[in-house]
């Protein structure tokens, strides 16, 4: 068709434009050049009224005159241009490649069998895309060097082979090509310079304002109790796929551990720590772990501690029945009980614990948002304390923890967060730990950082304020103690580990079955790797993209360098 380019007066929503939502957020991917734009819904409400082929731009931005706060519609109608959102009704964006870039995606997944790629995508929860490409597809993609433009591999190839490829790859189902304007060189001393776009990839849902509900924002989503009760029902799928914790990593005896699991190289080092735990020949521990996950780590403390001869009496408190009932199969003949209930609510089934583990689930506790304007700070004069005492007054739990332990929040940003969930368990340990006695919080976390949301799961959760947490700790009573989980458990740091994502890890594993391998969610070290890939497929030769990582700045999805352990002592005289 013959576009009139320069006189058309109407705009048009690009057809290669698709939607996402995640959390309360609307993202927009554009399925040629793998641009992704975070929006609101009115401004996708804004987006979507440039239907059709008679939309007059001025219309819609009159009729948004004021809709966006200090920004003008047409402001976003300059935006979605820039990006290739909006174009001339019936333009075709193919004739606005050649100049760009290919450059090929982080995180793809690919096999090469007799001379052709196989790609494989599963974004998020949506189905395995599986991409066969012809060999002369994959004689242009072996050209890709995010350095040569379209119009090099044309020269070579042909427009329509290289823009045919173009589509299927960029394309929100397999994304594993973006289009650059500058090479990949020029990067070269600048990676905080690249557009965001290059090494992002969409995982999240595909949305339809017209036809789906948005999913909950992430307040809304508070407090995660609901989830885990309710949201749990494939309790391995929920360790393999949605969280992964480093105690699901190390669930099998692991070389960076010294051929040890998580959970005996954990009581190890605690009973090196604390010489009152009475771990040893004929002595006899009691243990609660708070949120058990699938068991594993009750399960090797226990074994390891049976192996030095100490009586073992384990409890687990659990919120989710699904888990409960994996804890029991993964601890059957061991001296373990599981009791279901609420960390928070339900009676604790001991008072004279000598040691209380809770691995990993701080986070999953209720937290609150809260904005300098709610309590009087941030203003010039610095905090208004009658506004912040009166502010507090409305805050219910929250407020009276604050004030009860003065926890400090004057350095706050605006809005922050406050592991309000995590504070009252701590006050609950209390009475659950003997005098002497013991307990060890681990989660992701920093001593001076308000806690910032993990996006990566399909529920919210935070990371931990240690610092505010010791102070609540030594405010209770408690001795504190903080370490570096890794350091805890005597982590190698140097080895090198498989990097993962949840969408990676999917398809890597779809790959890998159709080769007979079978991967699952372990702390793959690189021998561990290739060993499990055997003569079957070599990385960068028939399994591509492979990355390792030093084993502290990432195992599969984990960052273990970001998880710290509060340790709790209760003093014999208080
Ligand atoms: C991230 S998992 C960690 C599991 C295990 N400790 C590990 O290291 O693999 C969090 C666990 O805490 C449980 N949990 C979450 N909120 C809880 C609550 N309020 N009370 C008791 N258990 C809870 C979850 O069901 C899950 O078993």
């Known amino acids: 068709m013959s576009v009139d380019h320069g006189n058309s007066r109407y705009l048009q929503r690009s057809p290669y434009t698709s939607t996402y939502a995640h959390m309360g957020e609307i993202y927009v991917y554009h399925d040629l050049f793998g641009y992704i734009l975070k929006m609101s819904p009115d401004i996708l409400a804004f987006l979507e009224r440039f239907e059709g082929d008679r939309v007059l731009p001025e219309e819609v931005c009159r009729d948004n005159a004021n809709a966006f706060g200090e920004m003008t519609p047409e402001s976003f109608v300059g935006i979605f241009l820039q990006f290739g959102c909006l174009i001339i009704p019936g333009y075709d964006q193919l004739k606005d490649l050649w100049d760009y870039i290919p450059v090929r995606s982080r995180w793809n997944v690919w096999t090469r ?15 395995l895309a599986k991409v066969a490409l012809t060999e002369a597809e994959t004689a242009i993609w072996d050209r890709i060097d995010g350095e040569a433009k379209l119009d090099d591999l044309a020269a070579d190839f042909g427009k329509p082979a290289v823009s045919e490829l173009v589509k299927k790859l960029a394309h929100n189902s397999v994304q594993a090509l973006k ?30 304002a ?50 040890r699991t998580y959970g005996e190289t954990l009581i190890d080092a605690l009973k090196r720590r604390w010489a009152s735990l009475e771990v040893g020949s004929g002595g006899k521990v009691k243990i609660l772990e708070i949120g058990g996950g699938l068991g594993w780590v009750a399960r090797h403390v226990t074994e390891a501690l049976e192996k030095f001869g100490t009586e073992v009496t384990y409890h687990i408190l659990e919120l989710s029945p699904t888990l409960a009932a994996k804890q029991r199969e993964n601890t059957a003949g061991l001296s373990v009980t599981i009791f279901e209930g609420d960390a928070l609510t339900a009676d604790l089934p001991g008072d004279d614990y000598d040691l209380v ?55 706050a940003p605006d809005p922050f967060y406050l592991n309000v969930g995590a504070w009252q368990l701590i006050e609950r340990l209390w009475g659950a730990i003997k005098p002497g006695g013991h307990a060890i919080l681990t989660e992701f976390g920093e001593l001076g950082r308000y806690p910032v949301l ?34 805890l458990i005597d982590m190698n740091r140097e080895m090198k580990g498989l990097a993962t994502t949840r969408s990676y890890f999917r398809a890597l594993t779809a790959a890998l079955a159709d080769h007979d391998i079978a991967l699952d ?15 079957k497929l070599r990385p960068g030769k028939t399994l591509g993209e492979i990355e390792y990582d ?8 984990l960052v273990p360098h970001e998880f710290k352990a509060l340790l709790l002592t209760k003093p014999l005289s208080h």
């Open 521 to 535: 969610k372990f702390g793959y070290t690189k021998p561990m790797f290739l060993n499990l890939l055997g003569d």
């Open 357 to 411: 583990i809770s691995n990993e689930m701080i986070g999953d506790l209720t937290a609150i948002k809260l904005t300098h304007a709610q309590l009087g700070m941030g203003g010039e004069e610095g905090i208004d304390d009658d506004a912040f005492e009166a502010g507090l007054d409305t805050l219910g739990i929250a407020g009276e923890l604050v004030k009860k332990h003065t926890v400090p929040i004057g350095d």
């Open 179 to 208: 289009l650059s304007a500058l090479p990949m060189s020029f990067y070269k001393h600048k990676q905080h310079m690249k557009p965001p776009y290059l090494t992002s990839t969409m995982p999240y849902a595909p949305y339809d």
């Open 113 to 127: 069998v007799g001379g052709t790629l196989t790609f494989y995508a599963a974004w998020g929860e949506r189905e």
């Open 550 to 557: 030093n084993l502290e700045d990432r195992l599969m999805g």
């Open 210 to 259: 017209k036809t789906d509900t948005l999913p909950p924002g992430f307040e809304d989503m508070f407090s995660p109790e609901g989830y885990y009760r309710h949201d749990v029902s494939d309790a391995d799928a929920q360790f393999d796929h949605q969280e992964t914790t480093l105690s699901h990593l190390f669930r099998r005896p692991h070389p960076a551990l010294r051929g």
């Open 454 to 487: 993990s996006t990566q799961l399909d529920h919210p959760e935070l990371s931990i304020h240690f610092g505010q947490l010791t102070i609540v700790a030594r405010s209770v009573g408690f001795e504190t103690d903080y370490e570096f989980v890794m350091d």
